[in-house]
């Protein structure tokens, strides 16, 4: 069942006809050319190396794939990745958030 709180962050998202994101509890990828990435309400950094890039989103996992990756900013929740981008992927694993 959903609480007070909750349903009053959803009404309103609604009413003023917000991003989902800028209220809710959710999490938003940008990806400009391919070769920048912006990851917000990122849960924790699970791998990160020249080539890919694994970030924790709470409910799902998202795996970024390519070349010459270089993280230039880490954040509370927020994460940029400039690179080569040749596959974002999603998995869902754990279960849902406390």
């Known amino acids: 069942m959903r609480t007070f709180g909750s349903r ?29 990435l ?3 309400n990122v849960e924790s950094l699970m791998n990160v190396s020249d080539t890919e890039l694994v970030a924790d989103l709470g409910l799902h996992a998202v795996h970024v794939e ?25 998995d869902k694993h754990g279960g849902p958030r406390p």
């Open 38 to 40: 912006t990851l917000y």
């Open 8 to 36: 009053f962050k959803q009404a309103a998202t609604e009413w003023f006809a917000l991003p989902p994101d800028t209220l809710l509890d959710v999490s938003r990828l940008t990806c400009l050319n391919a070769n920048e």
């Open 66 to 90: 390519g070349t010459g990756f270089t993280v230039t900013l880490v954040a509370a929740k927020e994460v940029h990745l400039k690179g080569d981008i040749t596959r974002i992927t999603y």
